[in-house]
């Protein structure tokens, strides 16, 4: 007896399924090979953008290891003893990620790694490209003398509007220690991803070069700055003033309180 031939509506459901299951083997593979997204788009900030790096934990216990000791003078002192903007090297701390920018600065590298949105950087021009609705929003926080509050952040779509913060200034590096380097240690601060951060320029100018004793951010930034100064400062063996000191131990305190590190 002859076998009935399959339909044609029965074939065309056979290929119909068979095409969704292409598909979608296709769509996970491009995902895990991580296909879908563009090799410049924005990255995840390392160290976060404005949160802490570290535990309360792991922050308390660094306090015990800050050197208190008195400022050294300003003689000497020139920003441009402090090379800075360098290009982007394994040394800085910006990580693999970021390895492709090595014709770019450690300014424009911090940039694309702060950014918000969709921003992408050249590695060959390091031009920058902005997407709609991108761009940096300041942590740092700016009084209202009107409202004792804040003003609102800002929101900064042209690269070249944007101030990089050190964390720990670099007359403030040169006060604690950095008076006695070389230029190539005062390069290593200068350039480091752990003390650059974005800022609203009226924010950065009103900190100067000053320590936690008369500055800390007074916006959503203030916990990541501490922790960020205190990991900075231990790293580059800087010391701290006993005013300082006592400032940083109270922003510890305060921070662990209010439960803002992770």
Not at 73 to 83: K, Q
Not at 136 to 165: C, E, H, M
Not at 194 to 210: F, I, W, Y
């Amino acid at each position: 007896m002859l076998k009935k031939k399959p339909s044609r509506r029965i074939l065309g459901t056979v290929v119909s399924v068979g095409i969704v299951l292409v598909l979608i083997i296709a769509a996970a593979l491009l995902e895990n090979m991580g296909g879908s997204k563009s090799s410049t788009t924005s990255t995840p900030p390392a160290p976060p953008r404005g949160g802490p790096v570290a535990s309360a934990a792991e922050i308390n216990g660094l306090l015990p290891k800050l050197k208190v000791s008195n400022e050294l003078p300003m003689t000497g002192y020139e920003r441009d003893r402090f090379p800075h903007w360098d290009t982007e090297k394994p040394e800085h701390g910006f990580g693999d990620a970021f390895a492709k920018y090595s014709r770019c600065t450690t300014r424009e590298v911090m940039l694309l790694r702060d950014a918000v949105g969709t921003v992408t950087l050249d590695p060959a021009t390091c031009k920058f490209t902005i997407g709609k609705d991108s761009g940096w929003r300041d942590q740092y926080g700016v009084p209202d003398k009107k409202t004792n509050g804040l003003k609102p952040y800002k929101f900064i779509t042209d690269s070249a509007g944007v101030d990089i913060d050190h964390i720990v200034a670099l007359a403030e590096a040169w006060r604690s220690g950095a008076a006695k380097w070389d230029d190539d240690h005062r390069r290593a601060v200068a350039n480091d991803a752990l003390n650059l951060a974005p800022s609203d320029p009226t924010a950065n100018r009103s900190k100067g070069d000053q320590d936690p004793s008369t500055y800390i951010p007074p916006g959503n930034f203030r916990c990541g700055y501490i922790a960020r100064y205190i990991q900075v400062k231990i790293k580059y063996d800087l010391n701290v003033d006993s005013k300082e000191q006592a400032a940083i131990q109270t922003a510890v305190k305060d921070c662990i309180d209010k439960g803002e590190f992770k």
